[in-house]
């Protein structure tokens, strides 16, 4: 009878464990979103297209297919930008309200991680400043979503001050760290009044990832460090090489996250509106894996996307689906295992990087998934320039990454060369001209 008992609670032990392993592994795919860039002015019936950003229709689509991939996430990531570009900015508090309403009534279960773009400010682009109105209402419009069953009990009060807080995942001991790197752009102008929390934020971060030693941490943000490929390649035609963000942060964030006793796990950002990635290799040392969520805007000619991404109960990346709206319709165009992952890692980014640098058809994979299916931003003329902006932080790095002599500053040496001959072609032409008036002045004489 003793063995009978006995072997009734080893079964049962038993079938407690594979029970708790089989709901880690059935667990439900967290949602990474970005950049919707919401325009409630746009008008129309149809999603909105190439070269525009978010209208009510493309909206309630990416919503409808969030619900459809997963009906009851634990989690939604949404990386900041949620304004559209060139915002009328009145009207940011009831559009940043209504976008709250509007995910809380899709999602009413999930826990939502917000970070702050660029573009979200209640005075302009780039020019939100500390302590601001807007912070405030943001607070108070997210607060009931972001502090789902008490994740994040100092949301409202850290938030109203510089978008900085701090949150406990739905994982043990998982901790999500969401600061606002805005301020640490070249970019960035307190213009509407107030000061800017630059410093303050690199405080924010350095304390709040000494807090919970012993557990894993995402750091969340909106504009990730290094190179902004798209100005650079694209714009400046690699005349210039155009930083996202300030070189000191920049590299005080690398050096915060990168530290092993941070235990950070991954870095989250957006910003580009693609879906790419960034590790910091400098030292050799294990990097954190920097994922970049693509969005759902498709101004920049990409098509509007959204990640579903696999947490492992360690707090690290698992596999990530690219979901992605094409040709009238939503469908996964691939991810994280089109590449050959199936966990986002640093070890698996350097070997992808390492792969990528001699692999012709692995390239054209990833130059799909960057733009969500659209026409590849990245052909095989420039796929070095891309590629070195996933390890290349600094200008000098890029510049020697790409191949060139060494940069200066945020000007390449081919940079300065071109820059160079036009203002000896300029100098000549206005010595001819100044010989000319000299000439035609004496005749008049």
């Given at each position: 009878?003793?063995?009978?008992?006995?072997?009734?609670?080893?079964?049962?032990?038993?079938?407690?464990?594979?029970?708790?392993?089989?709901?880690?592994?059935a667990?439900?795919?967290?949602?990474?979103?970005?950049?919707i860039?919401?325009?409630?002015?746009?008008?129309?019936?149809?999603?909105?297209?190439?070269?525009?950003?978010?209208?009510?229709?493309?909206?309630?689509?990416a919503l409808?297919?969030?619900?459809?991939?997963?009906?009851?996430?634990?989690?939604?990531?949404?990386?900041?930008?949620?304004?559209?570009?060139?915002?009328?900015?009145?009207?940011?508090d009831?559009?940043?309200k209504?976008?709250?309403?509007?995910?809380?009534r899709?999602?009413?279960?999930?826990?939502?991680?917000?970070?702050?773009?660029n573009?979200?400010?209640?005075?302009?682009?780039?020019?939100?400043s500390?302590?601001?109105?807007?912070?405030?209402?943001?607070?108070?419009?997210?607060?009931?979503?972001?502090?789902?069953?008490?994740?994040?009990?100092?949301?409202?009060?850290?938030?109203?001050?510089?978008g900085?807080?701090?949150?406990?995942?739905?994982?043990?001991?998982?901790?999500?760290?969401?600061?606002?790197?805005?301020?640490?752009s070249?970019r960035?102008?307190?213009?509407?009044?107030?000061?800017?929390?630059?410093?303050?934020?690199?405080?924010?971060?350095?304390?709040?990832?000494?807090?919970?030693?012993?557990?894993?941490?995402?750091?969340?943000?909106?504009?990730?460090?290094?190179?902004?490929?798209?100005?650079?390649?694209?714009?400046?035609?690699?005349?210039?090489?155009?930083?996202?963000?300030?070189?000191a942060?920049?590299?005080?964030l690398?050096?915060l996250?990168?530290?092993?006793?941070?235990?950070v796990?991954?870095?989250?950002?957006?910003?580009?509106?693609?879906?790419?990635?960034?590790?910091?290799?400098?030292?050799?040392?294990p990097?954190?894996?920097?994922?970049?969520?693509?969005?759902?805007?498709p101004?920049?000619?990409?098509?509007?996307?959204?990640?579903?991404?696999?947490?492992?109960?360690d707090?690290?990346?698992g596999?990530?689906?690219?979901?992605?709206?094409?040709?009238?319709?939503?469908?996964?165009?691939?991810?994280?295992?089109?590449l050959?992952?199936?966990?986002?890692?640093?070890?698996?980014?350097?070997?992808?990087?390492?792969?990528?640098?001699?692999?012709?058809?692995?390239?054209?994979?990833?130059?799909?998934?960057?733009?969500?299916g659209?026409?590849?931003?990245?052909?095989?003329?420039?796929?070095?320039?891309?590629?070195?902006?996933?390890?290349?932080?600094?200008?000098?790095?890029?510049?020697?990454?790409?191949?060139?002599?060494?940069?200066?500053?945020?000007?390449?040496?081919?940079?300065?060369?071109?820059?160079?001959?036009?203002?000896?072609?300029?100098?000549?032409?206005?010595?001819?001209?100044?010989?000319?008036?000299?000439?035609?002045?004496?005749?008049?004489?």
């Open positions: 009878m003793r063995r009978l008992r006995r072997f009734g609670l080893a079964a049962a032990l038993a079938a407690g464990i594979v029970f708790q392993a089989r709901a880690v592994l667990a439900e795919p967290w949602l990474f979103v970005s950049d860039h919401f325009d409630p002015a746009a008008r129309g019936s149809v999603p909105a297209s190439y070269g525009f950003d978010t209208n009510l229709a493309l909206l309630d689509s409808a297919e969030m619900r459809r991939v997963d009906p009851d996430p634990p989690v939604i990531v949404i990386a900041g930008d949620f304004l559209a570009h060139h915002f009328h900015y009145v009207e940011a009831a559009t940043m209504a976008l709250a309403a509007r995910f809380d899709a999602f009413p279960r999930a826990q939502f991680v917000i970070a702050l773009g573009e979200d400010s209640g005075c302009g682009n780039y020019q939100l500390a302590r601001a109105p807007f912070l405030r209402t943001v607070a108070a419009a997210w607060q009931p979503l972001v502090n789902r069953r008490a994740a994040a009990p100092a949301f409202a009060r850290t938030f109203a001050q510089d900085f807080y701090t949150a406990t995942l739905p994982l043990a001991h998982l901790h999500a760290v969401v600061i606002d790197d805005v301020f640490w070249p960035y102008r307190a213009a509407c009044g107030g000061t800017s929390a630059a410093r303050r934020t690199i405080d924010d971060l350095r304390t709040a990832l000494r807090a919970w030693p012993h557990d894993p941490k995402w750091v969340i943000a909106h504009i990730p460090p290094g190179v902004d490929a798209f100005s650079t390649i694209q714009l400046a035609r690699q005349l210039v090489v155009v930083p996202f963000l300030e070189p942060p920049r590299d005080e690398l050096r996250i990168d530290d092993p006793r941070a235990r796990t991954a870095m989250l950002a957006s910003h580009t509106h693609k879906f790419a990635y960034r590790i910091d290799a400098a030292d050799g040392s990097a954190v894996p920097i994922v970049l969520v693509p969005s759902i805007s101004i920049f000619h990409n098509a509007p996307s959204f990640l579903t991404v696999d947490v492992l109960p707090g690290t990346l596999a990530a689906d690219d979901h992605t709206y094409l040709k009238g319709r939503w469908s996964v165009i691939g991810g994280s295992r089109t050959g992952l199936a966990r986002i890692s640093g070890t698996t980014l350097l070997d992808l990087q390492a792969r990528l640098s001699r692999d012709a058809g692995l390239r054209r994979r990833y130059a799909r998934l960057y733009d969500g659209a026409r590849p931003e990245i052909d095989e003329r420039h796929w070095r320039a891309y590629w070195c902006t996933s390890t290349a932080f600094s200008t000098d790095a890029y510049v020697a990454c790409i191949g060139r002599t060494r940069g200066y500053s945020v000007v390449t040496r081919r940079g300065l060369i071109v820059f160079g001959a036009a203002i000896v072609t300029l100098a000549l032409a206005g010595a001819l001209l100044v010989r000319r008036y000299r000439r035609t002045a004496r005749r008049d004489r």
